[in-house]
């Protein structure tokens, strides 16, 4: 695999605090020296010196369509679904960081329904176990599809993720569960918010509307200062937005964009709902990722979708606080991914594929030419 400064840089803090946090009785030598009957011993105790930031990761939509599920069972090989080995190969980038954050496009199907794809999706539950061993942490939820299973797929999703010991954002259980949480990573405290443009003309059933929540500038605005009253040192907003399959931003992704940032409570934003890259720009200051692509679906690109429905990306950040406690997000680093249909649906590490020598001559031309399109849209932002 690659190493980039990024990579390195994490691998090297990580060995630095392991080397400080191994805690015995190496950390409190003693020197006894005995003069005229009296002893005086001497103890030099080692302090583990305090994090200055913390890393994350996010990935594009999850949209797992029947074809996916298919092969999920078949890797599971009679037991059920096990979508683990797709993320193979993105794992050892996720594990790099201390946050990564996925984005669950569908609910998961209520319990005794079949999967369902297009145009009312729902995954198999197994799919939420397979997204904790990949290496996240949490994912947003809120999307055009939160409610294609009714109340029945919002609590279905929500309790896998509550099993799995994973968090998410953008789907609850009561009015409570919508309002904004602050959790730590590594010592910080961080808020995670999530919001998608609609639900494909579905309403929500019984009038609940807290179930999940709307793109509202105002809205995102109000909640983040919330988090802020609360200690949130950190506020990132997930965004479900943009236009299927446009790379271009759209006004509306601008507007929303423009308004948010400018009110100075939010730190960070990450899109995605095109099924395509979208550019990264700074607006207002604030590292805006519009469109992350898909990291694993099956859009028919002989139909609506083009080739550039299979490149994804891993995009990482790195959050420091400076003397006056105000966080500074680093340039985001890009690596781009593709989902291989004709193996397995694994989701390949472009970048490391290339520099693999065993990579057959076909699968390296598929990631090159994935890799050029991925160029024109986030191409700076690649090491």
Known sequence: MRQSPFRIGVATLALALAACGSSGASDNESASTTAASTTTVATTTTTEPKPTGFSMAFTGDVLIHSYVWEEARDYAAGNGYDFAPMFAEIKPILQTVDLAICHLEVPIAPAGEEPQTFPFYAAPVEL???????????????????IDQGIAGVEATIAAFKANKLGQSGMASTP???????FKVNGFKVTHLSYTWGYNGIDMPNG?????????ADRIIEDATKARAMGAQFVVVSMHWGSEPLHEITRYQRENAEAITASGAVDLIVGH???????IEQVNGVWTVFGLGNILSSHPTREFFPPESQDGAVVTVNVEFGMNGKPIVGRPVVYPTWVDKNDGYVIRDVGSGLFNPNTSSSLRQALQVSLD?????????IP
């Open 128 to 146: 939420v176990a397979g997204l904790k061993w990949a290496g996240y942490e949490r994912c947003s939820t809120a999307s055009n599809h939160t």
């Open 176 to 182: 409570a569960d919508i309002e904004p949480k602050v």
């Open 208 to 216: 609940e509307n807290w179930r999940s929540a709307l793109i509202n």
């Open 273 to 279: 709902h095109s099924h395509v890259l979208q550019p």
């Open 373 to 381: 399109r991925s160029r024109k849209y986030v191409g700076d932002f």
